[in-house]
């Protein structure tokens, strides 16, 4: 049974930076790409980010790009989300996704996605 395990959520101030976490439980994620979604109050959840299995190609979703970076550290066997110059836009519950056998990329869509996280919540004041 594979698990996603989000840290990293808190309260920031506009402008602020936090920093993401995602620890898969149960394999290695080195295997499979993987996302960040986020889901604000009110609203469906959308994409935010993803980074390929091999961690040579990210997209982002247009609100976010030049502001988050995503990464993934093999060794330690985590994904991260780098988000800086936060808004209160980015207000939101954020989510861990893996793909399983058989994914493509790139992949923005929620159903391209097999595994997730709990999610973790994020919240910048204005």
């Known amino acids: 049974q594979v698990q996603l395990v989000e840290f990293g959520g808190g309260l920031v101030q506009a402008g602020g930076s936090l920093r993401l976490s995602c620890a898969p439980s149960g394999r290695r994620f080195s295997m499979y790409a993987m996302a960040w979604f986020r889901q604000a109050p009110g609203k469906e959840r959308e994409f935010v980010a993803a980074?390929?299995?091999?961690?040579?190609?990210?997209i982002y979703a247009d609100s976010v790009k030049g502001r988050f970076t995503i990464s993934r550290e093999y060794a330690e066997n985590t994904m991260y989300l780098q988000m800086n110059s936060l808004k209160p836009d980015d207000t939101a519950v954020y989510y861990c996704a893996s793909q399983g056998l058989g994914g493509s990329w790139p992949a923005r869509n929620e159903y391209e996605y097999d595994y997730w996280g709990q999610g973790t919540q994020v919240t910048v004041s204005s």
């Open positions: 980074v390929s299995r091999s961690g040579g190609s990210t």
